[in-house]
């Protein structure tokens, strides 16, 4: 089982027209809230079955209001990631998790062996090199 799905606090982050969009949810509270760069713009308690709903808004330069909608499901499958999804509009985007920790962030994937003999004769060679008492 991943860290991600042991954790009881989840972050989704969209960046959406000049706007940082934030949602923070906590499972074990039971609550989430909507962050629009930075300021809570809405909060709610959310429910063991159902899709919780949030609403908000963000203003442009000019002070034309743009609703959105923020849709949170919970995993059907026990241990896995939930589902955020942003819908402005008539557009639905999924917004991704983002660990809230350096702790919680997936391993880094490893660096693939090189293929070309001069890439290998370079690494060994430092490597060589380091160890070697001056």
Known sequence: MAVHARRHQHRFHLEQDGHS???VWSTRRGRAEVLVDGKVVAAA???RTATTELRGETAD??????PFTVRLGRPDIPGDEPLCALETGHRLYLMPLVPL????APPPEPTPPPRDPRVLLTRW??????RRPR
Request: aromatic fraction near 4%.
């Open 101 to 104: 920790t350096a702790d919680e």
């Open 125 to 130: 060679y430092s490597r060589h090199h380091r």
């Open 21 to 23: 969009i934030t949602v």
């Open 45 to 47: 308690r959310t429910r």
């Open 61 to 66: 330069g000019e002070g034309a209001v743009h």
